[in-house]
């Protein structure tokens, strides 16, 4: 898909290898200044930058709050060999394993790209609010921590986190557009994708999200149906707000669903 978009457009139409570290409004254009780069100027700045954006302070007061949720991310290299207990529950490279007990539940893909790839997802510790209580430079403390929190779990689960090489730890984590957006602005300026509306995976929602942005962006700037930039990014921003907020909805509602202690993913999604 990459591709394809890719090559649907003009060439030079996206630079690589350019890391933003500044944008300012100078007489009557925006500024975008870049690591080891000369500086750029623009009419319009469309930020597509993710989930630490760094162009929100001229759209939005909203912060990028945690909502309680952890997760860790592991994977496993040669899982036939390291860990066939679970291998073998996965149907080797077959099935997607998903399991919940307590509200822990873990997701299993064993074949990403020729590794098993799995996420455990749990309410973090009160105490974790500020920082997170553990150290992902240490995988044995990770490994140690998860092997404490599968405890009730089947033995084969624990073989798992034994046999994983790397670890990831994604506190889960909301820009919610519930609040307005800053109605004026020094220039043309407007978000899409994570940097709009950030949201905790647990609707799969973020993609297509970011992608109907794009879509709806391009029609309001392209239609002719506009007199100004400004009047095209009002209109694509009031209906962003209605889907994204939709998409953060569903998104908590799952969270929650998942952080509770009888949650059975069986539950959930059959009938
Ligand atoms: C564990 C997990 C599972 C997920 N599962 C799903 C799923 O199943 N379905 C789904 O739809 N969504 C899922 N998501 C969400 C999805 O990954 C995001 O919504 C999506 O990647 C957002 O795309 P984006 O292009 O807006 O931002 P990003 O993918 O974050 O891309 C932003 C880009 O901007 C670049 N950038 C950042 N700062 C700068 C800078 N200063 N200068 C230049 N470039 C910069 C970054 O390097 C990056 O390439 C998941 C997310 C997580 C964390």
New binding site residues.
Partial sequence: MRQLLLASLLPGTVVWN????SLTAQQGHWVLRFARQAAVVADVVIG???????VWPYVTDAEVLATGTF?I?GEVREPARTCPDIYRLCGGTTHILMSAHQGVSLVINPDNNGTMAY?VTFKQPADWQQEPGLDFRDPAGIRDFLVGLFAQWSEEYRQLFRATSVFVG?PARLLSVAAPWQPTRPLPITL????AHLMP?FA???????LRDALVLANSLTSGTFATVEEAIRDYEQQMVGYAQAAQQETSVNEAALNHPSFSFKNRFTR
Avoid: C, Y
């Fill in positions: 350019r890391q933003l570290t597509a930058n993710g989930g630490l954006s760094s997760i991310q996420g994604l899409v994708g994570d940097a995976p799969g929602k973020g993609v297509n999200t970011g």
